[in-house]
């Protein structure tokens, strides 16, 4: 049963490529790409390392399955140790042979069936596990992105105080200034100093949030190329997204696990026709020093056990099967519901944060800044304009972060670029 092109879209260097073009990717020097991120995750993250050992161990169940039973040595000494003619070993009745099981009526393939869908199994983990890896390496990095719009925020918001600073002590050594706007300045710059460290120290967090992805303590870049692109002008159609859920990886498990539940089934049933053995050997007489062949053949009788409980269990494995089915289905219609909702929601707040929030907030700032150049407005009015706008454009990063981290989950739920 081939698996593959479940996951073509998601874990192909195509879908990795129009992941890295969606964020307007650029290199630079110590800067990494998205798709320098993601390769390096699926190369070096330790959880995808053990699946390579889980590969080889299917394979050797598969090798166990299909090689037949191994013949039996056969060594029988008979008349030998007793009395009058029978005394010693001189006519002793030598057979030496070898017998072999003959299993019946398709055992053996079944068996090599039932493992070969234990390596499908496998191979859907490992795909569902890179999938995973893909979004969580994509996650981060959008982290990495935002939290460097927080800094650059930051930094650009201190320039703004430092420069309010300057030109309050500017006023005050002409004689015009005060000491309370002074004192008001001083404040304003050294909240917006303590906002530009925090801002550095949570980017310098999540670059090595996104290092640890390949296992890294310490981030070899100092940047992540891209930017947070604006949303798209139109969410992704819902039931589109719902009716993909039959690809995902767990639903795949859970249906070939119904194959599989079903080919063992047919298997126990097949147990109840007996298994054949058949022998052959050579004899040798010693009191008349004549040979002989022997052949032997061995049948058990199901009189009393015909599998039974093997059956029973085959079954009831069946069912179980059958009912994981529909609950992984389940669970990843309501996660793709549940992302789609997000995405939603972020996408609307973006909306009002960019546009009538964003709009507000820069129009009061630059009428206040305007008005305290003549003298109209009070240096704290200043300053809490400028709060309100560092306020409202850090809301907006957020709002882009939540939107794209909503977008990358329902990405890797249904394996495409949306």
Known sequence: MNQTPIFSHLSSPAFVLALALLYSVTTAAETISLTDAVSRAIA????????????????????????????ELETEVEDVLGTGDLDGFQSAVYTVGISQLIETAGKRKLRG?????????????????KREIIAETGRRYIRVLAAQSEEANAKADFAIANEAYRAIEQQIEEGRGSSIQSGQALLGRNEAKLGQDTASRHAALARQQLSAMWASAKPDFSSVSGQLSKPKAALPDL?????????????AMAKAGVTAADTNLTLEERKKVPDLTVGFGFRHEASI???????????????????????AEAEATLAKSEALVAEARMKVEMQIAESHMRLSVA???????????????????????????????SFLELLESRRAL???????????????????????????SL
């Open 289 to 311: 020093d004549d040979n002989a062949v022997v052949f032997g053949l061995s049948l058990p009788l199901p009189l009393f056990q015909q599998n039974e409980g093997g059956i």
């Open 44 to 71: 070096k993250h330790p959880s995808l390392a053990v699946f390579d050992s889980e590969t080889r161990l299917a394979e050797a169940k598969i090798i166990s399955a299909l090689m037949p039973p191994n013949p």
């Open 113 to 129: 069936e039932v493992a070969r869908f234990g390596e499908s199994a496998q191979e859907l983990q490992y795909e569902a596990a």
């Open 347 to 377: 996408r609307s707040q973006y909306e009002l944060v960019a546009g009538e929030m964003l709009s507000a907030a820069v129009d009061h700032y630059e009428a206040v800044s305007e008005g305290f150049k003549l003298g109209r407005i």
């Open 390 to 416: 560092n306020a409202v454009r850090k809301q907006r990063i957020e709002t882009l972060s939540q939107y794209h981290s909503a977008r990358i989950a329902l990405e890797a739920i249904t394996g495409n």
């Open 239 to 251: 039931d589109t997204l719902v009716a993909s859920s039959a690809d995902h990886p767990a639903v």
